[in-house]
């Protein structure tokens, strides 16, 4: 893989790192994604070189370099027809959602409870118990922002989400600049029509419950955090037997519930039945992506190769 340096790099450049060691959820993430990586940020400015991302501290800009300490494995994708477009629309729409300084509390956490509903899981044993708490956290999670007021009225994306929104919302006016899904690890069954996500199971369950909840259901103590579930999640799988995660349970059915109607509430779009819900569910799964979407099954992203980059610590501001 050719290396590539700061200097080199275009605002709008899609970078996706590679994980962590030490990083559960990142590599509960990696894990479920049959990939290396775990994080994702645009490349936005060149005088300083930096990028924008959605992680712990928020969606924020940071300056970047080739050197420093610590230094983490990035690969680089640029859109194939870059040098025929105008792809400052791109860069615009990441500053406007960086001035908001929006994100989740813990935006990986939000990714992978996305991923636990969204993705077919054929070729590994899930504990249907480790994943119902990492769930519930992580509807907890956006519970506790949208309890917050300065959280009103914004938009919350996790890494993924916030690159791909970008593009999205650029496309509205440009469409040459969308990101084209092929193979993508969300987006394929929905297009054959196959029943094997969380949500289809959702929706069996649903069909025979016609209350809908008032509010979100409060959740109760999980004693384990969300790093200890990942890892457990992971070490589940390498377990005499295997587990059905998709066996019906109201508890499981429940989780799945009360994580979408947050998300939901979260992007100012408050459903009120259960219709609704999954029509909001479907319209989420349709433009979810993961990390590894973003590197590996975008139709219309050239890889340009990668380099070790270093993120300085102190926000830059917009």
């Known amino acids: 893989m050719p290396n590539v340096n700061v200097n080199t790099m275009e605002p709008g450049d899609i970078l996706v790192f590679n994980g962590e060691e030490g990083d559960w959820l990142g590599e509960a993430?990696?894990?479920?994604?049959?990939?290396?990586?775990?994080?994702?940020?645009?490349?936005?400015?060149?005088?300083?070189?930096?990028?924008?991302?959605?992680?712990?501290?928020?969606?924020?800009?940071?300056?970047?370099?080739n050197e420093g300490s610590p230094l983490r494995p990035v690969h680089v994708g640029r859109l194939t027809n870059a040098a025929s477009v105008d792809r400052m629309p791109i860069v615009e729409a990441a500053k406007k959602y960086v001035a908001e300084g929006l994100c989740y509390p813990k935006p990986a956490l939000v990714l992978l409870g996305m991923i636990l509903?969204?993705?077919?899981?054929?070729?590994?044993?899930?504990?249907?118990?480790?994943?119902?708490?990492?769930?519930?956290?992580?509807?907890?999670?956006?519970?506790?922002?949208?309890?917050?007021?300065?959280?009103?009225?914004?938009?919350?994306m996790s890494c993924s989400e916030f690159v791909y929104q970008c593009y999205l919302d650029a496309s509205k006016?440009?469409?040459?600049?969308?990101?084209?899904?092929?193979?993508?690890?969300?987006?394929?069954?929905?297009?054959?029509?196959?029943?094997?996500?969380?949500?289809?199971?959702?929706?069996?369950?649903?069909?025979?419950?016609?209350?809908?909840?008032?509010?979100?259901?409060?959740?109760?103590?999980?004693?384990?955090?969300?790093?200890e579930l990942a890892r457990m999640l992971m070490d589940s799988s390498k377990e005499d037997g295997m587990h059905s995660?998709?066996?019906?349970?109201?508890?499981?059915?429940?989780?799945?519930?009360?994580?979408?109607?947050?998300?939901?509430?979260?992007?100012?779009?408050?459903?009120?039945?259960?219709?609704?819900?999954?029509?909001?569910?479907?319209?989420?799964?349709?433009?979810?992506?993961?990390?590894?979407?973003?590197?590996?099954?975008m139709k219309n992203v050239t890889d340009l190769g990668g380099c070790s980059l270093y993120r300085d610590a102190v926000p830059l501001v917009p």
Request: proline share 5%; with cysteine; glycine share 2%.
């Open 245 to 297: 995660l998709y066996e019906k349970n109201d508890d499981l059915s429940l989780a799945v519930r009360d994580f979408l109607l947050a998300y939901a509430k979260a992007h100012q779009k408050p459903v009120k039945d259960y219709t609704a819900l999954m029509d909001s569910a479907r319209e989420n799964e349709a433009f979810f992506v993961t990390p590894s979407d973003l590197y590996k099954h």
């Open 117 to 156: 509903i969204y993705k077919k899981f054929p070729h590994i044993s899930l504990r249907q118990s480790i994943v119902i708490k990492l769930l519930k956290l992580a509807t907890a999670d956006i519970k506790k922002m949208l309890d917050e007021t300065i959280y009103k009225g914004k938009h919350p």
């Open 173 to 227: 006016c440009h469409p040459e600049l969308k990101l084209e899904l092929q193979n993508a690890d969300i987006s394929m069954k929905i297009r054959a029509g196959v029943s094997v996500s969380l949500v289809d199971h959702l929706q069996d369950y649903l069909s025979k419950r016609p209350i809908f909840p008032k509010s979100i259901q409060a959740q109760s103590t999980i004693k384990e955090s969300p790093e």
């Open 29 to 65: 993430i990696m894990w479920l994604t049959d990939s290396q990586v775990s994080h994702s940020a645009l490349f936005v400015q060149n005088d300083p070189p930096a990028l924008a991302d959605a992680a712990l501290a928020g969606l924020q800009m940071h300056k970047v370099a």
